[in-house]
Nanobody
Framework: QVQLVESGGGLVQPGGSLRLSCAAS????????MAWYRQAPGKQRELVAT???????NSADSVKGRFTISRDNANNTLYLQMNSLKPGDTTVYYC??????????????WGQGTQVTVAS
C-alpha cells in the first residue's frame, strides 16, 4: 500500500503565504507525475499544478505567478508554495501521485486533503 499525507494547511490573511507538503510512503518503487488539486464544496476537483519526475511543471492560469510546485524525490515529498493568497483560494487541497509499486503495478493515489482558508 501507498499513503499520501498532506500537511501545512490553515488560516491565513489575504496576501499571505502557506506551504503545503505531501509525504508519500509505503511500497514505492518510483513516483512518476505528482500534482495538487483543490475542490470546493459542490464543485468539481480542479487541477492546480503538476510536476513530472524530471521536474517539469505546469500550473493553472488562476495560480500562475503565485503558486509554485516542487518535489523532493529523495524523500518522496511534494510541495506547494502559495503566495499572495486570495479568499478565492479557500478550499481543500489534495495531492495526487502516480506511483509504481514494488510489485511493478502503477496506480494513482490521493491524499486525505488539507484545508486552506484565506480570510481577514
Amino acid at each position: 500500500q501507498v499513503q499520501l499525507v498532506e500537511s501545512g494547511g490553515g488560516l491565513v490573511q489575504p496576501g499571505g503565504s502557506l506551504r503545503l507538503s505531501c509525504a508519500a510512503s509505503g511500497r514505492i518503487f518510483s513516483i512518476n507525475a505528482m500534482a495538487w488539486y483543490r475542490q470546493a464544496p459542490g464543485k468539481q476537483r480542479e487541477l492546480v499544478a503538476t510536476i513530472t519526475s524530471g521536474g517539469s511543471t505546469n500550473s493553472a492560469d488562476s495560480v500562475k505567478g503565485r503558486f509554485t510546485i516542487s518535489r523532493d524525490n529523495a524523500n518522496n515529498t511534494l510541495y506547494l508554495q502559495m503566495n499572495s493568497l486570495k479568499p478565492g483560494d479557500t478550499t481543500v487541497y489534495y495531492c495526487n501521485a502516480v506511483v509504481t509499486t514494488t510489485i511493478g503495478r502503477r496506480y494513482g493515489y490521493w491524499g486525505q486533503g488539507t484545508q486552506v482558508t484565506v480570510a481577514s
